[in-house]
């Protein structure tokens, strides 16, 4: 189901987008089916700000309101980031998948997920090349619980950081020229965009668990590469 | 619908694929729907070496049984050639995406279209650096109607020749410092790599017509580049 | 490209939507390439309420600042629009993906496309089963040029007209008795789809040309069926 | 990464078809990264008839030659089952997408995936309306763990037994008379098609563990339904 949603953001109140919605509840032994119009109900009355908090209470009146053990509920949406060249500071949207995942069964559970691009540049073909090294898009994800609140303009910046350069929507001519430079001095492998991207969650004061992966668009292979990990730091 | 389709190679007789196919027919004025099984009968009577003759043989016999005025038929399959890496020739299976297409309405036109992952090298990113190039993967098309027989192998060649290099699914050490010094010694913007495809179908003898075009996944930004191009050589 | 956009809506002012964009513009023969960052510019400075008028004015805008011939400017968005259920009047928000395409090349070309999914239910089912009919969702496209100013909800209405009923974001249980039997009451084939369709907006004394079609997911079937028409009625 | 593979079938010796082909392993703490060249070499010696036990085997192979704790292996294919009509018995292929896990880690585990599309008939909609039904397609899937040896056509039958009724790719008159009644005979919500399909996996002698799904395209809604299942029944 989508929906039209307001997210909080860091800077400048809310920020509007398009939200993908699932929503599931456990069915008691003795119910044969579930009422699917309550879903709609229960959401339509909390259709503001989107915060982490809030999608919590959401789960768990959709838990109460349908009489269930559990309810699961799942929002997708493309969140937008206006970015600063590196040079020109010329300024360009950027925009990233959100996932937000709360599960409510007596306690709350909350899983805030973001999908970021970023390009890689290959260790190996620039260390065993005269001149040039291949380098491709990727996407990196990374699906944290944390606590108190965590910003998605935090968790993207700490992804691109893990990648050999960031990936930018509006690049002049000096911009292009520090970004090619900038990639081509911090090769990365798909396995240490990941593992430095563990690195920092483990530093991260508030990241209690994390699921991360990059998918690298080889640009002279016909298939991917990719590399993840998952850990919990503390429950 | 997806069926299990034979198709004739260059070399080593046929390959065994999965298609999915389109059919449809004009009705006629005076009738309210049409036999959708008819098009599986005439289908299974035909499920045999898949040619540009059979498909249009099959698109002849769909606008006779069905009584229709035009008959198309549209067949997608993946369709796999061997390659051997440019320095240590080791051996690797590369997929394409193959389309037939055929229409009957008295004549029969039929055209092939084929997609190539490539790689492409930016000249202005070169240029413009102290070292490196932005490169990515790139995915470039072509349609073609043609005199007499094309092989899907002969045109997926002319295809791979117009990026700053092919793609290959297995590569050693030797090969990707070859590669990668291959690309940066050829650098192409996305246009460049439709008009060069395009200089080599009008002096292929057998190519009519021909749309053509090249989406390039950029690896420093957010969005992709796009080219394309169409021309009727002769009709 | 992915961008927040407003659209102007038929009541109550403007909706916040997220845009995909893809832009074009022929390239003059003694340029290489195109300036790609011109394009985020142009629509940087246009992100206000979209229109027919306003795309237009963004396509002519391309043209100029880049010097072409000929610019394309397409925008895909998700269009939500309040419905009620049509016994209880319960509100929900239905989701329609819109496209707007202009094109500029002295005179300016506009096309408005939408598609709404509807249910269709089989004539043939009805009449030779004793009782039940296999019905499914399917999803009825319409790209229209048309005079004067249309609007998304009035072409949307168009569309859902055609099927066999409306679908709904929500539905309570008279409403569900309504709707199941409404479809019982007006079976039909996908040809009569877009043949009703068709015969709606031949009628419009806005519409211009038309290319319609609609996709039906057989329910007792494995594949889909499919029908489509396309008329220009003046020029 | 796409290959052709020969998969046994339960009559009639092996079936050709194009798969899909993850592989993963563990990365040893002292290694950068991993030999993805490789992969493709273990993989094109065993490119023989696809069974559990050969996928098995790949994967434990796998872990040895790239000297990892781990390694996991998946492959997604088409699988092709000729079905009859339930009336006319006219034979029709009919298309399912299979999928084959293993894990090599000192023991090795292998789970079989299968996704059916199927019929289902809404109790709800025919209970409270005077005549007809609302029905749609949907996707049952299943991935399971068990004893011996299962078939696909086996697993195949068992999804396709908790629908209203089985989706096929013929149908004549008579069938689609048959079909539309034995639908509408055999109402089901979407839980009861997963509990269904439980009870049948329960009594299965050889399921060890199953985790199953379906998701229909409701008919009446713009959303679909949902409702899944998991359950170790022995280690």
């Given at each position: 189901m989508l929906l039209i949603w307001k997210v909080l953001k860091r800077i400048a109140f809310t920020q509007t987008t398009v939200a993908k919605i699932n929503m599931y509840v456990s069915l008691?032994?003795?119910?044969?089916?579930?009422?699917?119009s309550r879903f709609l109900e229960v959401l339509n009355e909390y259709a503001r700000p989107l915060t982490p908090a809030c999608i919590g209470t959401v789960a768990r009146e959709i838990k109460e309101r349908l009489e269930a053990e559990e309810a699961h509920l799942e929002i997708t949406f493309t969140y937008f980031i206006e970015k600063h060249a590196p040079v020109t500071a010329a300024r360009g949207l950027m925009d990233y998948q959100v996932t937000f995942r709360a599960t409510a069964n007596g306690v709350t559970d909350f899983v805030m997920g973001v999908r970021a691009p970023a390009a890689s540049l290959c260790p190996c073909s620039k260390e065993i090349s005269r001149y040039g090294a291949h380098n491709q898009r990727c996407e990196i994800e990374a699906a944290v619980r944390f606590d108190g609140d965590l910003w998605i303009e935090d968790l993207v910046t700490i992804l691109e950081s893990a990648a050999s350069s960031p990936v930018y929507a509006v690049l002049k001519r000096p911009d292009e020229k520090y970004v090619t430079e900038a990639a081509f001095d911090n090769p990365k492998f798909v396995e240490d965009i990941v593992r430095d991207l563990a690195v920092s969650l483990e530093k991260?004061?508030?990241?209690r668990s994390y699921s991360i992966s990059s998918e690298n668009f080889e640009s002279i292979h016909s298939h991917n590469a990719y590399a993840q990990i998952s850990r919990v730091i503390r429950a």
């Open positions: 008691p032994h003795h119910k044969k089916g579930t009422h699917m991260h004061p508030q990241i």
